[in-house]
């Protein structure tokens, strides 16, 4: 799988994106093959780290830090997000059990709950550099997001 990870880099020329990509899969492969846990952040830092190290004008550059700041969002603002919006879909989540299709609905509304709160964690870390860089403010991505994600 790594493999997989390190041709896609190359073909792509080596872009923040991918390298940063690469480097958590790398982590994540590593951690699987030494049965040790792998934390989202440090293997985040630690791709910030190489690519930095190979290029330390990339910090300065905007899809290095929209790459950075949509992971950052998702690993950080994801959990509350989604447990928010369960909380508030699923208030009586005991009762839906009991009914026809009550999983189902249950299940459902776990899955919307995640597209949503994945796009709303992404968007609040990338919109403020999105307005600095590009001046643009694209409150709609929350909702495209709904529908191309699975699409995607």
Do not use: K
Not at 26 to 34: I, K, S
Not at 43 to 51: D, E, G, Q, R, T
Not at 66 to 90: D, K, T
């Amino acid at each position: 799988m790594f493999a997989a990870v390190v041709l896609y880099v190359l073909l792509t020329g080596g872009r923040p994106g991918a390298v940063r990509a690469a480097v958590m899969c790398g982590v994540l492969c590593g951690g699987v093959f030494f049965a040790r846990p792998v934390a989202v952040v440090n293997s985040l830092a630690l791709a910030a780290l190489v690519i930095l190290v190979a290029s330390p004008a990339q910090l300065f550059d905007a899809g290095f830090q929209l790459s950075f700041a949509a992971v950052i969002g998702i690993v950080v603002f994801f959990p509350a997000i989604h447990h928010s919006l369960l909380r508030l879909l699923l208030r009586r989540e005991e009762i839906l059990r009991l009914t026809p299709g009550g999983r189902a609905r249950i299940a459902l509304t776990r899955w919307f709950a995640g597209l949503v709160a994945v796009g709303a964690a992404a968007w609040l870390t990338v919109a403020p550099i999105l307005a600095y860089y590009f001046h643009l403010v694209t409150p709609y991505a929350v909702p495209l997001s709904i529908i191309f994600f699975p699409v995607v």
